[in-house]
């Protein structure tokens, strides 16, 4: 069965540093990738995924990711991390020749910037 | 536009009780799913609806859990006989298509449900 491994559940961050949050997944054929954001009290955002094509996605609020087969990951980075980014990030794969539709998640990885 | 919206959005119910949590999707959105976010432990994918289909169960962790959707839009979660592992947040998510890689999906708030 696919299964994500984030591999810290907390990262602390001076503000304007930049940050990689690391993801990998259990090896597959083909897979989607994603990495979602959820802010304090609010629900998942999608912030980048990873289809198919150029294995560096951009996303939103500065975020990308690197899609790397061979050592099945997908890392996010940002050069610049702001205090509003404050959350807790998830990785997430979807087998593609299931097509069932599935998005296994891992557990998160919480990012605290400090001032 | 209104995105997906869930009810209540905290429930605190004692041990054995029945508990129903709700999900209204995006207008238009075909495709419903029902998470489990425990503490610590991410996203665990329980039920998956799409149009008309017969709903993927898959992820529904005993015979207390099911779940329904009506006329396509409105959906229910029914926890019978609630235990404190029960107690997480119950996120609910809705997309326009069948397709993970195509149609993105839209979370809603979640409902946090406590089992004393």
């Known amino acids: 069965a696919q299964s994500v491994t984030q591999l810290d559940s907390q990262v602390p961050v001076f503000e304007e540093a930049p940050v990689e949050l690391r993801c990998n997944y259990s090896?597959?054929?083909?897979?989607?990738l994603f990495w979602y954001v959820q802010y304090p009290n609010q629900g998942l955002q999608l912030l980048l995924k990873?289809?198919?094509?150029?294995?560096l996605v951009k996303g939103i609020n500065g975020f990308e990711a690197e899609f790397n087969k061979s050592q099945t990951s997908f890392h996010l980075r940002k050069p610049s991390v702001h205090i509003s980014d404050t959350a807790e990030y998830f990785c997430?794969?979807?087998?593609?020749?299931?097509?069932?539709?599935?998005?296994?998640f891992g557990k998160g990885t919480r990012l605290h910037i400090l001032p | 536009g209104a995105g997906v919206s869930q009810s209540p959005s905290n429930k605190v119910t004692e041990k054995g009780k029945d508990v129903e949590l709700r999900c209204d999707p995006i207008?238009?959105?075909?495709?419903l799913y029902w998470y489990r976010q425990s503490l610590g432990q991410g996203l665990e994918f329980l039920i998956y609806?799409?149009?008309?289909?017969?709903?993927?169960k898959s992820g529904l962790p005993s015979d207390r859990f099911s779940a329904e959707r009506t006329g396509g839009s409105v959906s229910t979660l029914t926890i019978q006989r609630t235990q404190q592992e029960d107690s997480a947040v119950y996120l609910c998510?809705?997309?326009?298509?069948?397709?993970?890689?195509?149609?993105?999906?839209?979370f809603g708030p979640g409902t946090r449900l406590t089992v004393t």
């Open positions: 998510a809705s997309s326009i298509g069948r397709g993970v890689g195509s149609y993105e999906q839209y």
């Open positions: 090896s597959s054929v083909s897979v989607y």
């Open positions: 990873y289809l198919s094509g150029s294995t």
């Open positions: 997430a794969v979807s087998d593609q020749l299931r097509g069932d539709d599935k998005i296994i």
């Open positions: 207008s238009g959105h075909t495709a």
């Open positions: 609806f799409q149009g008309n289909s017969a709903p993927d």
